[in-house]
């Protein structure tokens, strides 16, 4: 994203983020997604504010019943960005040269969208609190959660008694 040609002041983008973004940034996970990313870059003389606003869908498996579902992703993330020769990066500020002309915000937007997937994706309960998952799937899991299977292999290993 070019910036020196920008006047001082707000200035807005819109990033529409698909499964070929995801492809493109070369990620582990298929990620198929629907996502509007909305930032607004405040340019001062030597540093520029990004404040990111994240929305939109990511389908998933769900982990408990394996059945497909839409996550909504709603987040926002903001960001400094001074100018200087200071190399040493954090979470809140990234440093740029000042002979460089634009900003490449993909590795931020990538990461921002990977830190706010949930670790364990399920369905959502429905408005009367009950499980939205597969009936069936739920129902199977309830009937072998108990079920403990024979292993004669480990069976013949619980005999060995070891001196002391």
């Known amino acids: 994203m070019p910036f020196l040609g920008l006047n001082l002041g707000e200035h807005i983008f819109q990033f ?14 298929e990620i198929d997604c629907d996502l509007m990313v909305n930032m607004l ?36 993330h903001d960001l400094i960005v001074k ?18 002309y634009e900003i490449d915000v993909s590795q931020i937007i990538f990461e921002d969208i990977i830190l706010n997937i949930p670790i364990r ?17 739920l129902d199977l899991l309830e009937k072998f959660k108990n079920h403990k299977t024979q292993n004669s292999n480990w069976d013949a290993l619980k005999d060995i008694k070891f001196e002391n």
């Open 121 to 137: 994706k399920v369905h959502q309960n429905d408005k009367k609190g009950n499980p939205s998952c597969n009936k069936e799937q």
């Open 41 to 76: 870059l405040n340019k001062q003389p030597l540093l520029m504010t990004l404040s990111f606003h994240t929305q939109g869908i990511i389908k998933f498996d769900c982990d408990l019943c394996l059945d497909k579902f839409d996550y909504n992703l709603d987040f926002k």
């Open 16 to 29: 529409h983020i698909t499964k070929k973004f995801f492809d493109s940034m070369q990620s582990l996970e």
């Open 83 to 100: 100018i200087g020769n200071k190399d040493t990066n954090n979470d809140d500020f990234i440093f740029i040269s000042p002979t460089e």
